[in-house]
């Protein structure tokens, strides 16, 4: 192996420069560093806990599945084809999956300063025990190292979630999904720890091409009449039930805005026909997705579930990659968001219920000052989600805290999440979030506005009290 540099994660990583705030930010993180992980919303795959099988090699466990990875390659002119992105129309891609690893070798450079970078330096160091920097000239020697231990049965998925300390990590499945692969955990002792959660995206935008067709689905597997307004809600009811059967304890809901809706039933009724029938206007299908955000709210009322809302993705804005190779392949751009009149129709009709959940979550952060802090730091329904997506980072997790605290406090947020299809990346993403939550911590205590005691009592809550608590988990 030609030179090398060596790989090293300084202790102090992420703690403030200044003597004074890092000693401080390093006694509270000493304090909450090793407490259990809680993982109550993401993407991994339940059938790799289901099955338990051992994951296949370097690219397709690390490359493949991570947008954030092949976005930056793609962004340098490095085509998805040569990455092994898979094409819609069967074009052959490559397939070679240690040459797709040396081109990401050759490019590691490219995410220096970024989250990813803290992220994979971590994986590579914490979890294979790699010693010198990845580079063109280690690429060989990391694939070859990495392979090697994956085949071990340490490397199987449900083995390393003991050994990551993670107590529940949830998936997110469409309200079609049969859940099987979380059935199949049943009786192993890990479907407390592997749950699913409800997303109903495919059954309530009828924007999409197969909203029709999904709907009627939803119709053969409940058994209700699903072409009516009132069987259409009786069976998405139904579908909530069969998840929470399987540990869901929240739904999740990806919409393009955070517009709400509350219609007298026969308009929703009518509303509702004309999307079924494809004659609904761009307009009437947002208004029918802000429908449903209150008829999801009412239900989660009703049967106890965490209600996440996820608005603001422009989603594949890249036409010619998704058409090409379809979506969630990194052309995912923020959106500016409004909440305050938007979110009012579903406020005003569930907003004051203290025994309902739901957790907003923005890519817009100029709305944290100005609309989200004061809306969750006075509706009892409402808790604000951590810095998210393109702002899981520590200075999006930084600009969060000092944004939202003054006006939300900090029992208005809900922890951390990781949302990620990175198994591997998920101990390094939540010990990102604690050093950096140690960090804001110890400004305050360093001013005099916190005492030591109580930002360690924080520490606790932000790492591990405050997300059992919003998330409903015991």
């Known amino acids: 192996m030609a ?82 992105i898979r094409r819609k129309d069967g074009v052959a891609v490559e397939t070679d999956y ?14 220096r300063g970024t989250p990813s970078r803290i992220w994979l330096d971590s994986v590579f160091h914490d979890v294979f025990g790699l010693k010198v920097a990845l580079s063109e000239e280690t690429a060989d020697h990391y694939y070859d190292s990495i392979n090697a231990q994956l085949v071990k049965p340490e490397f199987k998925p449900r083995a390393l979630l003991d050994r990551f300390n993670i107590e529940l990590i949830a998936t997110t499945e469409g309200a079609l999904n049969d859940l099987r692969h979380h059935a199949k955990l049943k009786g192993t002792g890990y479907e407390h720890k592997v749950i699913t959660t409800f997303r109903p995206d495919d059954v309530v935008d009828a924007d999409r091409a197969d909203f029709s067709a999904n709907v009627a689905k939803l119709g053969q597997l409940t058994g209700e009449d699903t072409q009516s307004w009132p069987g259409y809600l009786a069976a998405l009811r139904k579908r909530r039930a069969f998840f ?81 190779f379809g979506p969630d392949k990194g052309a995912d751009i923020p959106s500016p968001t409004e909440f305050v009149s938007n979110l009012k129709p579903l406020l005003q009709k569930y907003g004051n219920e203290a025994s309902l959940n739901i957790i907003l979550f923005t890519l817009d952060e100029t709305t944290y000052a100005r609309e989200l802090a004061p809306l969750a730091g006075h509706y009892p329904a409402l808790k604000l989600g951590p810095a998210w997506w393109f702002h899981d980072s520590p200075e999006g997790m930084l600009r969060f805290r000092h944004q939202v605290t003054e ?13 990620t299809r990175a198994f591997f990346s998920i101990p390094a993403r939540h010990d990102v979030a604690r050093r950096i939550d140690c960090r804001f911590l110890a400004g305050l205590v360093a001013v005099h506005r916190l005492t030591e005691a109580e930002a360690a009592e924080l520490a606790y809550q932000l790492t591990y009290g405050l997300v059992k608590q919003a998330y409903q988990l015991k």
């Not at 994660?9 to 390093?26: E, N």
């Not at 797709?100 to 490219?110: G, N, V």
């Not at 006006?407 to 949302?419: I, L, R």
Request: proline share 6%; aromatic share 10%.
């Open 98 to 111: 240690r040459k797709i690893f040396r081109i990401f070798a050759k490019h590691y450079y490219l995410f």
């Open 244 to 324: 929470r059967e399987h540990g869901a304890t929240a739904t999740d809901h990806g919409h393009p805005s955070a517009i709400t809706a509350d219609l007298p039933a026969s308009e929703a009724a009518a509303l509702f026909q004309r999307c079924l029938a494809g004659t609904a206007t761009p307009a009437e299908t947002e208004l029918f997705r802000g429908q449903m955000l209150t008829e999801m709210a009412g239900m989660s009322l009703e049967d106890g579930m965490t209600m996440q809302i996820h608005p603001g993705a422009h989603r594949n804005h890249n036409q010619v990659i998704f058409e090409r």
């Open 407 to 419: 006006t939300a406090g900090f029992y208005n947020t809900v922890g951390f999440n990781d949302d």
């Open 3 to 84: 030179q090398t540099t060596p790989l090293t994660l300084h202790p102090d990583r992420l703690f403030p420069s200044d003597p004074l705030v890092r000693d401080i930010a390093r006694r509270l993180y000493q304090q909450i560093k090793d407490l259990p992980i809680v993982s109550p919303h993401g993407h991994t795959d339940p059938r790799w806990f289901a099955d338990d099988a051992n994951f296949d090699n370097a690219t397709t466990l690390l490359l493949l599945p991570d947008h954030y990875v092949f976005r930056m390659l793609y962004s340098q002119g490095i085509k998805l084809e040569e990455l092994g």
